[in-house]
């Protein structure tokens, strides 16, 4: 299919969460190395948003994915699974953590970070330190520009289920502020 056809479409069926694209269609890529519909080639600086730093196609994580593919393609958390009990142990044999989280998305690892910081309050600082206030909107962009309709301000359903403590408020001298490009840490 040629790539006037291929960016036509795009334009069509895509939502524009990245703003505009590069007019380009990547087709296949080796190391650093990508190419395009039209046969041009590019080095890929971004690693594929950090996906590929290996390089795309890189032999090892190639035979990685194909034995993984052919033994058992996903397992959900709901389940256990041996590749995912040997990371946990491996981490945490060479980490500081005595358990690890494995998450499906940003907006559940968000949820874990706030439960995980709520739960410590309660427990380390005082039982009526459950709040959180934000100075910006509580739904992120691209949940906004991907059609999950939540406007600015409102909290998720998954979020509201979590308990109750999200606020978003205008600021203030006095407020508290997370941000999901915060650290996460105790009170002074």
């Known amino acids: 299919m040629d790539t006037k056809t291929l960016l036509e479409w795009s ?18 890529g080796e190391g650093v190395r990508v190419w395009d519909s039209d046969g041009r080639e590019y080095l890929d600086f971004g690693a594929g948003i950090a996906v590929t730093s290996l390089g795309h196609c890189h032999p090892r994580v ?8 052919a033994t058992l393609l996903h397992v959900s958390n709901l389940y256990h699974s041996a590749p995912q009990i040997h990371l946990a142990k491996l981490l945490i044999e060479h980490s500081f953590a005595d358990r690890v989280f494995f998450s499906n998305s940003g907006a559940e690892a968000n949820e874990a970070a706030l439960k995980l910081a709520r739960k410590y309050a309660r427990e380390r600082i005082s039982s009526d330190r459950f709040e959180f206030v934000s100075t910006r909107q509580l739904v992120p962009r691209a949940h906004l520009r991907d059609g999950r309709g939540h406007r600015p301000g409102e909290v998720p359903p998954r979020l509201r289920a979590a308990g109750a403590g999200l606020q978003a408020r205008r600021p203030t001298t006095t407020c508290a502020r997370w941000s999901a490009r915060s650290t996460i840490a105790p009170p002074p």
Not at 62 to 69: L, R
């Open 11 to 28: 334009a069509k069926y895509h939502t524009p969460n990245y703003g505009a694209r590069a007019p380009i269609v990547l087709v296949r």
């Open 62 to 69: 190639t035979g990685a994915i194909q034995e993984a593919a």
